[in-house]
């Protein structure tokens, strides 16, 4: 099981910028296809950003241009920098750390509220 811990979620207001943090265990960061989701109340968990071992990225059409996803093998970490957030990007954000072998881990999740 791949430990994954997100860090960087907090208010900010619209218009702002906050970037995500997602550490995880072991030694085979670098084989995982990483991503980013997100779930708001009463919706189901969406894709934000995903980036593969060889660093091919793909974004939901609602983040394009605004959020980056970027990983760095060597610590083991896997980043979303998020500008010019909007109060419906306000969600509980989930790293998600995709094995070859098929399985899914998942982080604990970190709040983002956007609100004035």
């Known amino acids: 099981q791949v430990q994954l811990v997100e860090s960087g979620g907090g208010l900010v207001q619209p218009g702002g910028s906050l970037r995500l943090s997602c550490a995880a265990s072991?030694?085979?960061?670098?084989?995982?296809?990483m991503g980013w989701y997100r779930q708001a109340p009463g919706e189901q968990r969406e894709l934000v950003a995903a980036i593969t071992r060889s660093g091919s990225t793909n974004y939901a059409d609602s983040v394009k241009g605004r959020f980056t996803i970027s990983r760095d093998n060597a610590k083991n970490t896997v980043y979303l920098q998020m500008n010019s957030l909007k109060p419906e990007d306000t969600a509980v954000y989930y790293c998600?750390?995709?094995?070859?072998?098929?399985?899914?881990?998942w982080g604990q999740g970190t709040q983002v509220t956007v609100s004035s």
């Open positions: 072991g030694s085979g960061f670098r084989l995982y296809t």
């Open positions: 998600n750390a995709h094995r070859l072998s098929g399985y899914d881990d």
